[in-house]
């Protein structure tokens, strides 16, 4: 069973940053790949970013290489998505996803919101 819930987004001016979390609250004894994505206003939802269940394997989209930075804990059963040198045009909802046995969960998002 996994249960995400996200926090840490807010209102920020572009350069600045911002520290998302995504906990699961839920109970499950397998592995699992989280990642995030996000979905500004009248877009689809895109990939930002992913990371394996040891952290060795770690994918980012292009636009954010070298401004964020993903994270987990595996003991809390948490993740972090650390974002730095913030654009305006990265403000969106932002989603924890994880994809196990095949069944796609998602949190309930968190909105990040970059003033010019």
């Known amino acids: 069973q996994i249960q995400l819930v996200e926090s840490g987004g807010g209102l920020v001016q572009a350069g600045g940053s911002l520290r998302l979390s995504c906990a699961n609250s839920g109970r499950t004894f397998s592995s699992y790949t989280m990642g995030w994505f996000r979905q500004a206003p009248g877009k689809e939802r895109e990939f930002v970013t992913s990371?394996?269940?040891?952290?060795?394997?770690?994918s980012y989209e292009e636009s954010v290489k070298g401004r964020f930075t993903v994270s987990r804990d595996n003991a809390k059963n948490t993740m972090y998505l650390q974002m730095n040198s913030l654009k305006p045009e990265d403000t969106a909802m932002y989603y924890c996803?994880?994809?196990?046995?095949?069944?796609?969960?998602w949190g309930q998002g968190t909105q990040v919101t970059v003033s010019s």
């Open positions: 990371i394996s269940w040891t952290g060795g394997g770690i």
């Open positions: 996803h994880v994809r196990l046995f095949g069944r796609d969960y």
